[in-house]
């Protein structure tokens, strides 16, 4: 599996951004894509998750309603659509996907996923 994040860049406090995340090397049917970031000094964090098959979406509690997650089946590509950007938005992106296990299982967790993609670097100015 592969997985190739891009779109990143340099943007003002207030505008918006697409990333995207090309992946590669199976079919995604009863897996998870998800997105995470990482600030300087800081651990790596969940953002949004999408269930590849269903569509099912989850996302941090603080990025709702500014952040969206979609697919596109036919690419095999997962967006991130993020709005209304913040300089604490500053961080590297990355996409990830795993198999999903469960029901029950927490897509917000790294422990989700198994393989991920390399970053991009999104940093929002003031």
């Known amino acids: 599996v592969q997985l190739q994040a891009s779109g990143g860049g340099l943007v003002q406090a207030g505008d918006s951004l697409r990333l995207s995340c090309a992946a590669s090397g199976r079919t995604f049917t009863g897996y998870v894509m998800g997105w995470f970031r990482q600030a300087p000094g800081k651990e790596r964090e969940f953002v949004a998750s999408?269930?590849?098959?269903?569509?099912?979406?989850s996302y941090a509690d603080s990025l709702k309603g500014r952040f969206t997650i979609f697919r596109d089946n036919a690419k095999n590509t997962v967006y991130l659509q993020m709005n209304s950007l913040e300089p604490e938005d500053t961080a590297v992106y990355y996409c990830?996907?795993?198999?999903?296990?469960?029901?029950?299982?927490?897509?917000?967790?790294?422990?989700?996923?198994?393989?991920w993609g390399q970053g991009t670097q999104v940093t929002v100015s003031s």
């Open positions: 999408i269930v590849w098959s269903v569509g099912r979406t």
């Open positions: 990830a996907v795993g198999r999903v296990r469960s029901v029950i299982q927490d897509f917000t967790t790294r422990e989700s996923y198994d393989y």
